[in-house]
């Protein structure tokens, strides 16, 4: 389901229950569309997102982990000066629109009370958050800066007059009205009857609109139908529905038009964490290592054309045996050469006497002409071992980046800094300046935790760095190490010296799912102790070698891993 009108009816229903008179207490922006505000209500402190993503805009509470950059921004600055402190008062939506009022007291410089109106507009690449003053309705500063040049209508830009989005000609379904019943008559097909649904009211999303078609054909009183549909998102079964194809949606209630394979949460929010997870993580860690992903495709690609020629040079140095064996035959029947031959046949006794046609230079004398074919056998021996060297420098290079753009693909945003640094490290970035008490405030980042279906502690590191420290210092030689079989992935160590098949099964799982291969239907994961690890002197950071490992094949889990995952008190 998109985040239409209707579910934003229910989200800010429960925002209003959660955080009506709470106070703002801290306010960040830990990506460049988002930002949270950290409001105190009701003896809690709930973190709200209000994010302006053109992909996955929203406002919701999270209680996924965010990185703050070292420097706040000027926007996040701007919030500070008006907000901090400041009571949330109210949070309404607009007709029933994706747009969203949290109206805001606080005081000014002066000690008075003014009242400010924090919004978000939900409306995809448009999308934006804005703080306006609400006795002059001037913009006080906005996310997302639209100028004259994109937007005639309305400008958002501080100091501008914010001007509401353009109204559509259509009903806010919570209205009163009977409208509906006429078009059910009219439109006896669900598919058809949803469309005119959403032409007709405002702020039904399609997946809505097939939703309350299908149910306004059910048998029984239609009016009880559309009211209690309504009703759903004044008390909202937060659900998540798993569809034929395999795709998910959430809805504010069970959409059984569409499966009924669900689940459901506790609030919106919790779903929409579980729902965004993975998918705004990954658009968030798109946009921190921007440059880190160029210069890694671009390292590779340049690293994978050198391998091309590498392996062409390799084909044309095999036929260095043959020019020895030419050689060695015109030594022995040099009496046989003439001066000013261009070519000569000979018995090759190295297989069966069979005629040999060897090349010759009409320039060289009998002897010269062998002792060209040996310099070049001597030149092409010489280039086999130059080439095989570097084939194996280069692979070892593709190794390395291949496992840095996994680590990237599966990183959250809290671990890019550590890659950053370590491509630093090795060269492939230049190094920043870093200020020497801000290098030293950095904190170490740790393996993820989980613990197994019996209880036994699994960690998996998230990066190369957590990978050495947590393979090569911390785990136990008596441990259990994982990793997928020739495939980039983590470093995976059950603290166990006898763990169980199931335990053994559920480390593989995870192996499987933080690697390359986690879309994949089978992995191959080998397992060994921690003893049999070593790594070669002067390896890049990540690689391990070992010897007597055994192989389970497992199927990436998605919810197997969130069961593994502890628990938040």
Same mark, same amino acid.
């Given at each position: 389901?998109?985040?239409?009108?209707?579910?934003?009816?229910?989200?800010?229903?429960?925002?209003?229950?959660?955080?009506?008179?709470?106070?703002?207490?801290?306010?960040h922006q830990p990506y460049q569309n988002e930002l949270i505000l950290?409001?105190?209500?009701?003896?809690?402190?709930?973190?709200?997102?209000?994010?302006?993503?053109?992909?996955?805009?929203?406002?919701?509470?999270?209680?996924?982990?965010?990185?703050?950059?070292?420097?706040?921004?000027?926007?996040?600055?701007?919030?500070?000066?008006?907000?901090?402190?400041?009571?949330?008062?109210?949070?309404?939506?607009?007709?029933?629109?994706?747009?969203?009022?949290?109206?805001?007291?606080?005081?000014?410089?002066?000690?008075?009370?003014?009242?400010?109106?924090?919004?978000?507009?939900?409306?995809?690449?448009?999308?934006?958050?804005?703080?306006?003053?609400?006795?002059?309705?001037?913009?006080?500063?906005?996310?997302?800066?639209?100028?004259?040049?994109?937007?005639?209508?309305?400008?958002?830009?501080?100091?501008?007059?914010?001007?509401?989005?353009?109204?559509?000609?259509?009903?806010?379904?919570?209205?009163?009205?009977?409208?509906?019943?006429?078009?059910?008559?009219?439109?006896?097909?669900?598919?058809?009857?949803?469309?005119?649904?959403?032409?007709?009211?405002?702020?039904?999303?399609?997946?809505?609109?097939?939703?309350?078609?299908?149910?306004?054909?059910?048998?029984?009183?239609?009016?009880?139908?559309?009211?209690?549909?309504?009703?759903?998102?004044?008390?909202?079964?937060?659900?998540?529905?798993?569809?034929?194809?395999?795709?998910?949606?959430?809805?504010?209630?069970?959409?059984?038009?569409?499966?009924?394979?669900?689940?459901?949460?506790?609030?919106?929010?919790?779903?929409?964490?579980?729902?965004?997870?993975?998918?705004?993580?990954?658009?968030?860690?798109?946009?921190?290592?921007?440059?880190?992903?160029?210069?890694?495709?671009n390292d590779l690609k340049k690293n994978r054309k050198k391998m091309?020629?590498?392996?062409?040079?390799?084909?044309?140095?095999?036929?260095?045996?043959?020019?020895?064996?030419?050689?060695?035959?015109?030594?022995?029947?040099?009496?046989? !050469?003439?001066?000013?031959?261009?070519?000569?046949?000979?018995?090759?006794? %190295?297989? +069966? /006497?069979?005629?040999?046609? *060897? $090349? @010759?230079?009409?320039?060289?004398?009998?002897?010269?002409?062998?002792?060209?074919?040996?310099?070049?056998?001597?030149?092409?021996?010489?280039?086999?071992?130059? !080439?095989?060297?570097?084939?194996?420098?280069?692979?070892?290079?593709?190794? %390395?980046? +291949? /496992?840095?753009?996994?680590? *990237? $693909? @599966?990183?959250?945003?809290?671990?890019?800094?550590?890659?950053?640094?370590?491509?630093?490290?090795?060269?492939?970035?230049?190094?920043?300046?870093?200020?020497?008490?801000?290098?030293?405030?950095?904190?170490?980042?740790?393996?993820?935790?989980?613990?197994?279906?019996?209880?036994?502690? *699994?960690?998996?590191?998230?990066?190369?760095?957590?990978?050495?420290?947590?393979?090569?210092?911390?785990?136990?030689?008596?441990?259990?190490?994982?990793?997928?079989?020739?495939?980039?992935?983590?470093?995976?160590?059950?603290?166990?010296?006898?763990?169980?098949?199931?335990?053994?099964?559920?480390?593989?799982?995870?192996?499987?799912?933080?690697?390359?291969?986690?879309?994949?239907?089978?992995?191959?994961?080998?397992?060994?102790?921690?003893?049999?690890?070593?790594?070669?002197?002067?390896?890049?950071?990540?690689?391990?070698?070992?010897?007597?490992?055994?192989?389970?094949?497992?199927?990436?889990?998605?919810?197997?891993?969130?069961?593994?995952?502890?628990?938040?008190?």
């Open positions: 389901m998109s985040f239409d009108g209707l579910f934003t009816h229910a989200m800010v229903t429960e925002l209003h229950e959660n955080l009506l008179n709470g106070r703002i207490i801290k306010i950290t409001v105190r209500a009701n003896g809690k402190n709930w973190p709200v997102l209000l994010s302006a993503d053109p992909t996955y805009p929203r406002v919701q509470v999270t209680q996924i982990p965010y990185v703050n950059p070292a420097v706040p921004t000027n926007f996040a600055m701007m919030m500070r000066k008006y907000l901090q402190g400041a009571i949330i008062t109210n949070v309404q939506q607009m007709a029933n629109d994706r747009v969203v009022h949290f109206t805001i007291t606080t005081r000014n410089e002066l000690g008075d009370a003014e009242q400010l109106t924090l919004i978000i507009e939900i409306m995809a690449r448009h999308s934006n958050v804005i703080l306006v003053d609400h006795q002059t309705s001037k913009i006080l500063d906005v996310i997302k800066h639209v100028g004259a040049d994109q937007n005639r209508y309305r400008l958002l830009l501080p100091g501008a007059t914010y001007i509401e989005p353009p109204k559509q000609d259509k009903l806010n379904p919570f209205d009163t009205n009977t409208d509906y019943l006429s078009l059910v008559k009219q439109y006896p097909n669900d598919d058809v009857l949803a469309k005119q649904l959403q032409q007709h009211y405002q702020g039904l999303g399609r997946d809505s609109a097939q939703q309350l078609a299908y149910e306004l054909h059910q048998p029984g009183d239609l009016t009880a139908h559309y009211n209690a549909f309504l009703t759903n998102f004044d008390h909202p079964t937060p659900t998540l529905t798993t569809l034929p194809t395999h795709k998910t949606m959430f809805a504010a209630s069970n959409y059984a038009a569409f499966g009924t394979k669900t689940r459901q949460f506790e609030s919106l929010s919790a779903l929409l964490d579980f729902y965004y997870q993975d998918a705004a993580q990954r658009e968030r860690v798109q946009q921190q290592a921007g440059n880190l992903i160029r210069v890694v495709r091309k020629k590498l392996q062409q040079t390799l084909a044309n140095t095999k036929q260095a045996d043959e020019l020895r064996l030419k050689g060695e035959i015109l030594t022995t029947y040099l009496h046989e !050469v003439k001066r000013g031959m261009t070519e000569i046949t000979l018995a090759d006794y %190295y297989h +069966d /006497n069979q005629p040999l046609k *060897i $090349e @010759l230079s009409n320039q060289l004398s009998p002897s010269r002409n062998a002792q060209k074919y040996f310099s070049r056998y001597q030149k092409q021996k010489n280039a086999v071992i130059y !080439v095989g060297e570097q084939i194996e420098l280069t692979q070892g290079e593709i190794d %390395y980046l +291949d /496992n840095i753009q996994t680590q *990237i $693909e @599966l990183a959250a945003p809290a671990d890019i800094a550590e890659i950053r640094e370590e491509l630093m490290q090795q060269g492939y970035l230049k190094q920043r300046k870093t200020k020497k008490k801000q290098r030293a405030s950095r904190k170490v980042s740790q393996p993820q935790q989980f613990v197994a279906t019996d209880g036994t502690e *699994i960690s998996v590191g998230k990066n190369n760095r957590q990978n050495d420290q947590l393979t090569l210092k911390t785990a136990r030689k008596s441990d259990y190490w994982l990793h997928t079989q020739k495939i980039p992935g983590s470093h995976v160590i059950i603290h166990s010296d006898d763990p169980s098949e199931a335990t053994l099964t559920e480390a593989a799982n995870l192996a499987a799912y933080f690697s390359k291969a986690r879309d994949s239907a089978t992995v191959p994961v080998d397992y060994v102790q921690v003893r049999k690890i070593r790594k070669p002197n002067g390896a890049k950071p990540g690689l391990v070698i070992y010897e007597g490992q055994k192989t389970l094949y497992v199927s990436p889990d998605a919810d197997l891993v969130e069961r593994l995952t502890p628990k938040k008190e």
